[in-house]
């Protein structure tokens, strides 16, 4: 009887582990299609880090303009 239990106690441990790790495998999945999603919507936008610096070395900078190209943020603007 011990021996039953033992083994149902064992299986049914092992389906608990197959579950969480596929689950853990779809959320992994889930995260990563996120990510890829976010990149390619900034792929087109100049950076965050790009803006500041450039306000910050540029306070007097008027029609700023950005543009992403393919290697480059590019900034067209002109100072008083």
């Given at each position: 009887?011990?021996?039953?239990?033992?083994?149902?106690?064992?299986?049914?441990?092992?389906?608990?582990?197959?579950?969480?790790?596929?689950?853990?495998?779809?959320?992994?999945?889930?995260?990563?299609?996120?990510?890829m999603?976010?990149?390619?919507?900034?792929?087109?936008?100049?950076?965050?880090?790009?803006r500041?610096?450039?306000?910050?070395?540029?306070t007097?900078?008027?029609?700023?303009?950005?543009?992403?190209?393919?290697?480059?943020?590019?900034?067209?603007?002109?100072?008083?």
């Open positions: 009887m011990a021996g039953i239990l033992l083994i149902a106690a064992t299986v049914t441990f092992a389906h608990t582990n197959l579950d969480r790790k596929e689950t853990r495998t779809e959320k992994r999945k889930a995260r990563k299609e996120l990510r999603e976010r990149r390619a919507e900034n792929r087109n936008e100049v950076s965050i880090e790009t500041d610096q450039f306000e910050t070395d540029f007097d900078a008027r029609n700023v303009q950005f543009v992403k190209t393919k290697n480059f943020d590019e900034v067209s603007f002109f100072i008083r």
